[in-house]
């Protein structure tokens, strides 16, 4: 009997430290997500959106959104088409809880 108490008292002394050792280091919760208003376009997407605007309008699938008389360079009318406001896409954010979030472009870009 007193052997089983004594390994008894020991994993409840155990169990004690490790929830005492959390509560000292302090775990990570994730927040609960919160609706807010997106923030800027990273350079990482704006990379991505040039790249691909540029990618179409070398290749002919698009045709340009706004006029640059004597402009060719296909990344030079994306880069205008893009400070301008004119490009229709979205940019998909991932979320920490595996989701995503669709913004519209025009609302990313200031």
Known sequence: ?????????????GDGDQKRSKKQHGELEAAPFEESAPLPLTKYERVRVLGERAARLASGRAAPTVRLPGVTDPLRIA?????????RCRVLRP????????????????
């Open 1 to 13: 009997m007193a052997l089983s108490a004594k390994v008894r008292k020991q994993k409840d002394k």
């Open 95 to 110: 979320r920490p809880d595996g989701g995503s979030d669709a913004h519209e472009l025009r609302d990313l870009v200031p």
């Open 79 to 87: 880069e205008e088409e893009l400070r301008g406001g004119t490009l």
